[in-house]
């Protein structure tokens, strides 16, 4: 007689999202079961006696309830055709625009809990990652398949920065993973129409775990960012994955983990938060090509409370990344955007991938912001200051115009060059700040679309110092010096 | 000592309910007789009169004052861990069915066997059963599930003869 088997299990206690069974006798973690109206669970861990799950769906359950086994463990069919659509962490798209189709015979069912791959898999972080943000390509330069932490206070311009991010990689062959992790349904909804008002959705993920959801699947938000992100690495495509925000997943696996019983550390977060996350982290990376050869540039992000980044998870985070960049509200009200804080901002891998002559040019600007920072308070209590000292303050105010930069806007990396390099010329020696900040638009202008200077920026790469683009500048067409006389 | 008074009390119990049900009830009967003044007696006691009266006095005589609370303890954990088969029928089932199903479980696997019965119209016909986790379906709503898609041709078939 043929019979229909599947292992079961009853709940014997329930606590908000979390459940324990009596039964299923060979679920392994990460394994998913659900009950007869459909309500599913991921198994997180196996006890003596029983089965500890957490439940992925809205529903209440009872002890006395059975849950089946179901055949597929936690993993995401992932191909092109995830592209310019918006999921949940379960794969269920969340946009309003139908269900995902399959694209094809690249679709790839992977697993969502996977561990990094070794240091045999990955090669030298040698390219630059091009934001497009002069700031940020200029002085904090990220490499492909670096990860950096994307830090600073509420209100300071993180999420629109992140956004010019993507929208400035349209024209590149670079695929976006944004992930957003228990963020207002509205601002999962607000993310998604920017996105596609600026044509930058085409090339683009978008996994939303709203904060309404169950917590367990907030928590899995990141690692199906990840999942989707190796997808398109293995494919041999650079990524760019934003987790959007670690804070909040922090938090959500100290909720699902004191729910558990699991005996509380600092701030009450479990022993294990460390490793949560930076087996995350350590999923990205620069990968040979035996390995897919592409790469993932992971910007994880995180809220900080009260400006303290000296507290347990954002310390944390600074620890597992290869650098970070801050943000200010301050500087933000202040009107420098993005408000990234030049001093406090970190990039322990993307020197290496600028070229000398944007190497040098960095070194110089951050020079003369340092010793310009340490003469501005001298400066206040003398009424007549050295002519040097004047030139120094003169150019620190122009770098400070220079490095704001409108949102959705992109400052292609040869002009970026020129524009840091300006302030060292005689060109704006002795013109106000207002002429430069007048003409900046125009100047990107001139020189992404005049024949004579465009060929002026493509020459950029023969260079050997700073010093010779210098001088190239000052003996550059009347058409520049014109510009800036007006 | 638990496990001859749980052997005892399974000798004439075949389900988890009844068994859970009884130990209660001794435990109030036994409570009430050695701590009168702090435990009152359950009226549900005196639906269990007879049950109790057969038990005999020489099987009450082993609770005392000082093993009542270690001993209930003991039997209760016991119960949790005694081998439970649960099985679903499609009809309400009697007492009298219930034990009749019982007794034959008990002959064919053991003396120490307990079933936990339940009641699942959905199943149409027949009966499932879960043992140590697996769910074993022999019911006519598996069968149906089966073989769908030969019952839907058989019916079309059917329908289009006498159409014809």
Redesign the interface.
Known sequence: ??????????VTSSRDFLIHL????SVRPNDIIENESGLRAIVNGLEETQVEALILDSGRVNPGQ?F?KSNSSLSLKIGRSLLGRAINPLGVAIDGHGIISDSGPDDKQMSLESQATGIASRQFIRNQFITGVSLVDTLVPIGKGQRELVIGDAHSGKTGFLVDLIVNQKNTDVICVYALIGKPILQVKNLIDVLEANNALDHTVVIAAASSDPAPLIFLAPKTALTVAEYFQRAGKDVLLILDDMGIHAKIYREISLLGDRSPGRESYPGDIFYQQAHLMERAGNFKKEFGGGSITALPVIELNLNDFTTFIPTNLMSMTDGHLMFKANLRSQGQTPAIDIALSVSRVGRQTQNRVQNLLSQRIRQVLAQAAELETVSRFSSELPYETQILLHQKELIEELIKQEPLTFVPLEVQMILMALPFTDLLRDKPVELLRKNKHALIEIFTQDPELNQLSKSLSNLTSDDQLITLLQKSSTKLQQLLKS | MSDQIINKILETTFTIHDLRQKIRILKNFVGHSLFASQMPLDPEVNNFTSWLEDLGSEFLAQFNQSNYSTLFGEMEKKVESLPNL?IYFAIETTSGQLNSVGKWLRESYGSNFIFDPKYDPSLIAGCAF?W???????SLK?KI??NHQQILEVIKGTIGSQNT
């Open positions: 007689m043929s019979t229909n088997t599947t292992e079961v299990g009853y009596d039964g299923l006798p059975m089946k | 649960v879960v140590k986790g697996v769910y074993k379906d022999y598996a599930n089966e």
